[in-house]
């Protein structure tokens, strides 16, 4: 009984909002209608302002995670030493706020070597930044749980060099936590704003600074846009799931221990 | 010269030393075991050779080539880890031939290899499951003929046992024999178990504190052990710890007892008789005591423990417990609390003259 009001407010808690949204949409004058979401078909910002923002966050998913995969592998098997620092480090991003680390980002990139600012790249980097603490907690917390040090070494014994142990033995049992770090890196750019804003604003606009802009415009439409970006989320969270299942025996990794 | 070399090895993790001079030779074809309890540096010399360690001094050597320098991907040693080391997203059949597959063979000679191979651990049926999906046993004969797919120079084995239960263990172990000397390979053997070492090995290594105390066939070392560590750590012995007299007696606990016929201990010096259970005779004490052998003691029966073929009886000889193992068959003939005689043949018995750099073993 306990249990059953625990998940029914948890799914309150959750669902209210939306469906307060989604009320919101599906209601005018009281009416229901589909005119707000029929909009958005005929809406060519739409259309390309969400392109840039599942770019964006491809390219920070795939960079961001097998950069922290790497790193924390090689870390873990060569060089344990760093552990805390690489720890420390990939927690940065948790304590310092969006707003410094964009200004900070904007003083180094707006100069050569290296005039980043206004640029995709320096938005990917960026967010591949906020995506490390995922990345690293979820593949360190796989690697603790195969013994990664005994299955590298088996594999070595039969001959297997470095990227081949890392490719074929070590990222297919870490697969789950991979993923994890996929699914979490990959929301987390779809609903950025402030450093889309500020490093990159109207030149390379992303879907939530458009949301924001019609938010301001046109609440109804701004509203509709805000269920669909839930919506388009969601399915690409299943979608990395799905793929990630079907990868090659990935789930034996997760049910050894 | 012999096949493969270990050349005054040494290794200090921190400020512990690992291994001190570890030097040894392994004829082609031979199973030899490194036995010592933990921390005695046999797993450190197994990982050197396999090149997962660098010893600070020393060198390893192959058919007469050094080794050092040399990764453990190039060494072509296959390897089988204490705990299940099968790469959990593969089936056994994929695990079986990844060697392979790293050494780029063509795909029909793998599939032929693994089937072989499957079928030497006994397994034809297991190929297409995951680790996961198979025994502790089973996933360690996997592992073994994941090693031996490679036609590995040498066969390292990191006490591929210990993690499985007794009987297990035992079928295992045989199984491993069998399959060594069929295939002729050179082995290296780590294990901490006297017994796993004593019954699978063409010769055994016994290692204490990084160094080697003895080295010699399973009945020599357990017969004649040679210092005082491999005489306690290898099966059970009895300590009689006295001081020497002039014409080969030696003073225990106020009795004359004789040492070995060859022993020379100079008078006065402290020495040691050591006995194994099995070579001592009880007679319960109804008469005189037993004539014929020459070292004889008084005592009284402790506990009896039931091991099983024999019984062990703990005698108690003025304040020492002795063991003494008698057949099984006979445990009702010595009741509990009685008086009995020890007797035992000093040709039996070992004597050790302690040095400074007496080692304290376990049992």
């Given at each position: 009984?306990?249990?059953?009001?625990?998940?029914?407010?948890?799914?309150?808690?959750?669902?209210?909002?939306?469906?307060?949204?989604?009320?919101?949409?599906?209601?005018?004058?009281?009416?229901?209608?589909?005119?707000?979401?029929?909009?958005?078909?005929?809406?060519?910002?739409?259309?390309?302002?969400?392109?840039?923002?599942?770019?964006?966050?491809?390219?920070?998913?795939?960079?961001?995670?097998?950069?922290?995969?790497?790193?924390?592998?090689?870390?873990?098997?060569?060089?344990?030493?760093?552990?805390?620092?690489?720890?420390?480090?990939?927690?940065?991003?948790?304590?310092?706020?969006?707003?410094?680390?964009?200004?900070?980002?904007?003083?180094?990139?707006?100069?050569?070597?290296?005039?980043?600012?206004?640029?995709?790249?320096?938005?990917?980097?960026?967010?591949?930044?906020?995506?490390?603490?995922?990345?690293?907690?979820?593949?360190?917390?796989?690697?603790?749980?195969?013994?990664?040090?005994?299955?590298?070494?088996?594999?070595?014994?039969?001959?297997?060099?470095?990227?081949?142990?890392?490719?074929?033995?070590?990222?297919?049992?870490?697969?789950?936590?991979?993923?994890?770090?996929?699914?979490?890196?990959?929301?987390?750019?779809?609903?950025?704003?402030?450093?889309?804003?500020?490093?990159?604003?109207?030149?390379?606009?992303?879907?939530?600074?458009?949301?924001?802009?019609?938010?301001?415009?046109?609440?109804?439409?701004?509203?509709?846009?805000?269920?669909?970006?839930?919506?388009?989320?969601?399915?690409?969270?299943?979608?990395?799931?799905?793929?990630?299942?079907?990868?090659?025996?990935?789930?034996?990794?997760?049910?050894?221990? | 010269?012999?096949?493969?070399?270990?050349?005054?090895?040494?290794?200090?993790?921190?400020?512990?030393?690992?291994?001190?001079?570890?030097?040894?030779?392994?004829?082609?074809?031979?199973?030899?075991?490194?036995?010592?309890?933990?921390?005695?540096?046999?797993?450190?010399?197994?990982?050197?050779?396999?090149?997962?360690?660098?010893?600070?001094?020393?060198?390893?050597?192959?058919?007469?080539?050094?080794?050092?320098?040399?990764?453990?991907?190039?060494?072509?040693?296959?390897?089988?880890?204490?705990?299940?080391?099968?790469?959990?997203?593969?089936?056994?059949?994929?695990?079986?031939?990844?060697?392979?597959?790293?050494?780029?063979?063509?795909?029909?000679?793998?599939?032929?290899?693994?089937?072989?191979?499957?079928?030497?651990?006994?397994?034809?049926?297991?190929?297409?499951?995951?680790?996961?999906?198979?025994?502790?046993?089973?996933?360690?004969?996997?592992?073994?003929?994941?090693?031996?797919?490679?036609?590995?120079?040498?066969?390292?084995?990191?006490?591929?046992?210990?993690?499985?239960?007794?009987?297990?263990?035992?079928?295992?172990?045989?199984?491993?024999?069998?399959?060594?000397?069929?295939?002729?390979?050179?082995?290296?053997?780590?294990?901490?178990?006297?017994?796993?070492?004593?019954?699978?090995?063409?010769?055994?290594?016994?290692?204490?504190?990084?160094?080697?105390?003895?080295?010699?066939?399973?009945?020599?070392?357990?017969?004649?052990?040679?210092?005082?560590?491999?005489?306690?750590?290898?099966?059970?012995?009895?300590?009689?710890?006295?001081?020497?007299?002039?014409?080969?007696?030696?003073?225990?606990?106020?009795?004359?007892?004789?040492?070995?016929?060859?022993?020379?201990?100079?008078?006065?010096?402290?020495?040691?008789?050591?006995?194994?259970?099995?070579?001592?005779?009880?007679?319960v004490d109804g008469g005189p005591p037993p004539s014929g052998r020459a070292n004889v003691l008084a005592g009284t029966l402790v506990t009896r423990t039931f091991l099983g073929p024999v019984v062990r009886l703990i005698v108690d000889v003025d304040g020492e417990y002795l063991s003494v193992d008698v057949p099984g068959a006979q445990r009702r003939a010595y009741p509990q609390g009685g008086r009995v005689w020890l007797s035992f043949d000093p040709g039996a018995a070992i004597v050790m003259v302690p040095s400074a750099a007496m080692e304290d073993g376990g049992t």
């Open positions: 009984m306990i249990q059953r009001s625990v998940v029914a407010l948890f799914l309150l808690y959750l669902l209210l909002p939306l469906s307060g949204i989604l009320g919101f949409t599906l209601l005018d004058g009281g009416r229901l209608t589909l005119a707000h979401y029929r909009q958005s078909l005929g809406d060519a910002e739409f259309a390309a302002y969400m392109a840039h923002s599942l770019v964006l966050a491809a390219g920070t998913v795939v960079l961001g995670v097998s950069l922290m995969t790497f790193t924390t592998f090689w870390v873990h098997m060569r060089a344990r030493s760093l552990k805390p620092l690489l720890e420390l480090t990939a927690f940065l991003p948790f304590v310092v706020p969006a707003v410094t680390l964009a200004l900070g980002l904007i003083q180094l990139y707006s100069r050569p070597p290296l005039p980043l600012t206004g640029t995709a790249t320096l938005l990917v980097l960026a967010y591949t930044v906020l995506t490390l603490p995922f990345a690293y907690r979820a593949v360190e917390n796989g690697l603790a749980a195969i013994d990664s040090r005994t299955l590298s070494e088996a594999a070595q014994s039969l001959g297997a060099g470095w990227w081949r142990r890392f490719l074929t033995v070590i990222v297919p049992n870490l697969w789950p936590g991979i993923t994890s770090a996929a699914l979490l890196g990959f929301a987390l750019v779809m609903g950025e704003f402030t450093l889309a804003l500020f490093l990159v604003g109207s030149a390379y606009e992303t879907y939530p600074l458009y949301l924001n802009q019609v938010w301001r415009t046109d609440p109804k439409y701004g509203a509709a846009l805000a269920v669909l970006s839930f919506l388009i989320t969601w399915a690409s969270s299943v979608a990395i799931l799905w793929t990630s299942r079907r990868a090659p025996g990935q789930m034996q990794g997760a049910a050894l221990r | 010269m012999a096949f493969l070399v270990l050349e005054g090895l040494s290794k200090t993790f921190g400020h512990t030393a690992a291994l001190s001079d570890v030097t040894l030779s392994v004829e082609r074809g031979e199973l030899v075991s490194l036995l010592g309890p933990s921390g005695c540096g046999k797993t450190t010399t197994l990982r050197i050779v396999a090149g997962f360690e660098t010893p600070d001094r020393g060198r390893v050597l192959l058919d007469g080539r050094d080794l050092t320098g040399v990764p453990p991907e190039r060494r072509g040693f296959g390897m089988v880890f204490q705990h299940y080391s099968l790469f959990p997203n593969m089936t056994a059949a994929q695990n079986i031939g990844y060697g392979l597959r790293v050494a780029r063979r063509p795909a029909r000679e793998i599939r032929r290899r693994v089937g072989e191979l499957l079928e030497l651990i006994g397994l034809l049926d297991a190929g297409e499951r995951y680790p996961h999906q198979l025994s502790g046993g089973m996933q360690q004969r996997v592992a073994l003929a994941r090693a031996l797919a490679i036609e590995p120079r040498i066969l390292l084995l990191d006490e591929p046992l210990s993690a499985l239960d007794a009987k297990v263990r035992v079928t295992l172990r045989n199984e491993i024999r069998r399959i060594q000397t069929r295939l002729g390979i050179t082995a290296l053997y780590v294990t901490h178990d006297q017994e796993e070492a004593l019954s699978l090995s063409d010769r055994v290594v016994v290692m204490s504190r990084g160094c080697i105390e003895q080295v010699g066939p399973p009945e020599e070392v357990y017969g004649e052990p040679r210092t005082e560590f491999t005489a306690s750590f290898i099966g059970s012995m009895n300590r009689l710890a006295g001081v020497a007299g002039a014409d080969g007696t030696l003073a225990y606990r106020g009795q004359i007892l004789r040492l070995p016929p060859d022993a020379a201990v100079p008078a006065g010096r402290a020495a040691t008789l050591v006995v194994r259970p099995e070579a001592i005779t009880l007679t």
